[in-house]
């Protein structure tokens, strides 16, 4: 049962992932990449992780792809982007792609092949223990995101608004 | 304690919920009758007509606004597991998430002395 869970949920993922690079449409795309999003949380749920699996459909699901979809809407959908294809660009992208390729490589090669099994839960990964650890251990980071989330917001700010004359 | 197991109901729920859309949309497909004029094809087939396509690039002020509800979101459940141990934490946290708030304040001010918020 553990097994079928996993398996299916990761058959899901992985079709839903192809299936958003190589559709040639962006809302499809972008569409197939929510529902890898909601299957991704499913193994949040699957490894004991609550909170985060409700703060990636949260976050990830809901506010992410709606920027996704408003970066799409806002390129010109009509014409036909003219694909860059020079040499020196396809030399790039065969190195990048295979240095990926021995990276994944070389991390297949370490692991061993097993059975899933739900891990024990021991209230790791509800909200309240999230909390505790982050308010205390954690504190510096999460104070460190709101000046992150200041730089974004004064950001987003800059590059969209017309200054006024 | 819960484990994962418990989340099949939710699970079923969901697939509930997408099978109900899909075979609805399928049933129609099916079932009811087809003919496909210029005028059932519309969009709006009793509205206005419509002009152009939907693929046009529109105004940055949407993705402005999107962007900064993304940001208020995110700091929204950033407040979640604090309310949750509000009690236990005490004031230490309640001054942690002052300073968390005082910086967001911060950037909202600035938002709105920019005018980031208004429609012009």
Redesign the interface.
Known sequence: MNQLIFISLSTLTIVSALFMVFSRKPMYSVLSLIFCFFTVAGHYILLNAQFLAITHVIVYAGAIMVLFLFVVMLLNLNTVADQIKTMGFRVAAMIGAGMLFLVLLASLKSTTLGTFSFPEDNGMGMVEHVGMRLFTDYLLPFEISSILFLSAMIGAVLLAKKEKR | ?????D??AI?IQFSVAVGFVGVTLLTIRFAGPRRLTSDKLQSWESGIESVG?A????S?????T??????F???V??M???A??FK??GMI?FV?MF??IG??L???G??IK???LTWD
Do not use: H
């Open positions: 304690m819960s484990n994962s197991i989340y099949v699970l396509n693929r046009f690039p529109f940055i002020k949407y993705f402005l999107a962007i900064l509800f993304v940001m979101d995110v700091e459940i950033f979640y597991p604090w949750v141990n236990s934490l946290g942690e300073l968390f910086t967001l911060l950037g909202f600035y938002i920019k005018g980031g």
